[in-house]
């Protein structure tokens, strides 16, 4: 168990290096990596179902500890982005179903590497937990709503479909997860060291299915759509830390805010796109993945840094 447990610690610490690797072999062997397509909802729900055996009664009391800040990282979550998503398409005139793409990842909860990132980043850890499970229990309605809501310009957008769609691949994985996690509580322990692992091979199928199904749209718009999921990644950053700077929020519930604002659950934009609607719209969610994973440890080495030489002058 000690060399699953170092071996797991490994994967997490080396998630970046994956996820480039996933990305090669994505456009390097398309044919065949294309074929996981249809079970990338499954994959997301393996990695929802992981989030489920580890969310604890420790992480709703932080909701309740800290009511405001939780609550602000949420509201955050869920204006931020999509606003944010919905300027940068019209601003950039991207066609339909690239705005969508970005529209999608912009109305998605907050992904679980951000819990990493905000431990790497001597952010408020716990709160960052609670802004993520809150967030993602919320995405059953909020997120068709919101997609709904920008998105109907570009394309007719079904509600009840995807509402559908994040109860099956969102919710009840988390649900089935924290289930296991209490009543099958051994399990769950032997258990806690491997779904890492898990999770980053299942977010790598998702992340190399993509980039080999649209390898030739990548290609030709790789560029713009690299630059254009680089700036809505750094508005989400910044905005979110400005803005928890004005509700005049501590340093380290600032960084766990801009944190969870910036890094999105794009596995569940990339589902979303696969399941209902062009495969070209699932680009910006696969490009997201490895963006944020990327620019979210260079802040948290960043922020680690200046801790560290803070409590040396003091």
Request: glycine share 6%; with cysteine; net charge positive.
């Amino acid at each position: 168990m000690r060399a699953i447990q170092k071996f797991s610690q490994f994967i997490n610490k080396t998630f970046v290096i994956w996820m480039l690797i996933a990305a090669i072999l994505g456009f390097s062997f398309p044919s065949i990596i294309s074929q996981v397509a249809p079970y990338i909802p499954y994959l997301l729900g393996i990695v929802m179902f992981g989030m489920g055996m580890t969310i604890s009664t420790k992480d709703f009391k932080e909701v309740f500890k800290s009511p405001k800040s939780v609550l602000i990282g949420v509201i955050l979550q869920y204006t931020v982005m999509p606003v944010t998503a919905y300027l940068i398409a019209k601003g950039f005139h991207l066609s339909p179903d690239v705005a969508l793409g970005v529209i999608l990842v912009g109305c998605c909860p907050g992904g679980t590497a951000s819990n990493v990132i905000s431990y790497l980043a001597k952010a408020n850890t716990a709160l960052s937990v609670s802004v993520t499970t809150v967030s993602t229990l919320l995405a059953p309605i909020v997120t068709p709503s919101l997609i709904f809501l920008f998105a109907r310009e570009w394309l007719q957008v079904s509600f009840s479909s995807m509402f559908i769609s994040v109860i099956q691949v969102v919710l009840i994985p988390i649900i089935l997860g924290i289930i296991v996690q209490k009543f099958f509580r051994p399990i769950a322990d032997k258990s806690v060291d491997i779904l890492p692992i898990i999770s980053v091979i299942a977010i790598s199928l998702i992340l190399s299915s993509v980039v080999a199904g649209n390898k030739t749209q990548i290609i030709a718009t790789g560029l713009l759509l690299f630059g254009v999921v680089l700036l809505h990644n750094v508005s989400g950053l910044t905005i979110g830390y400005l803005l928890a700077k004005l509700f005049k929020l501590d340093r380290p519930d600032k960084r766990a805010i801009s944190i969870e604002v910036g890094m999105q659950n794009s596995g569940l934009a990339v589902s979303l796109a696969t399941a209902h609607f062009n495969p070209l719209s699932a680009v910006p969610g696969a490009i997201f993945s490895f963006v944020h994973l990327l620019t979210g440890p260079l802040i948290a080495i960043f922020w680690s840094n200046q801790t560290k030489r803070m409590n040396k002058a003091k």
